[in-house]
């Protein structure tokens, strides 16, 4: 059975930082791409980060600069550093796994950024 577990979220104020862990079990996580999305309130699902199976990274324009994401396939999980967060970057991060048509998410995590 697959499991895709997100932590590290929290409260934090503006300018400070957060890292997101998310762990997998019951995949070959390193054949996958790894990324993370965010949701605010009344806002759709956004994309956030992703890193590929070869090491590739993107991220969104909102978030260059001040996040960054990585790997670690021998502990099946993918991080999200979160510097100099700011008030818009309130939202429930979700992890995703994806390979092809398989997807996977987790429940997602909240972080509130205080002004």
């Known amino acids: 059975q697959v499991q895709v577990v997100e932590s590290g979220g929290g409260l934090v104020q503006a300018g400070g930082s957060l890292r997101l862990s998310c762990a997998a079990s019951?995949?070959?996580?390193?054949?996958?791409?790894m990324g993370w999305y965010r949701q605010a309130p009344g806002k759709q699902r956004e994309f956030v980060a992703v890193i590929t199976s070869g090491g590739s990274t993107n991220y969104a324009d909102s978030v260059k600069g001040r996040f960054t994401i990585s790997r670690d396939n021998g502990k099946k999980t993918v991080y999200l550093q979160m510097n100099d967060l700011k008030f818009d970057d309130t939202a429930v991060y979700f992890c995703?796994?994806?390979?092809?048509?398989?997807?996977?998410w987790g429940q997602g995590i909240q972080v509130t950024v205080s002004s």
């Open positions: 995703n796994i994806v390979r092809r048509e398989t997807n996977y």
């Open positions: 019951g995949i070959l996580v390193r054949i996958y791409d």
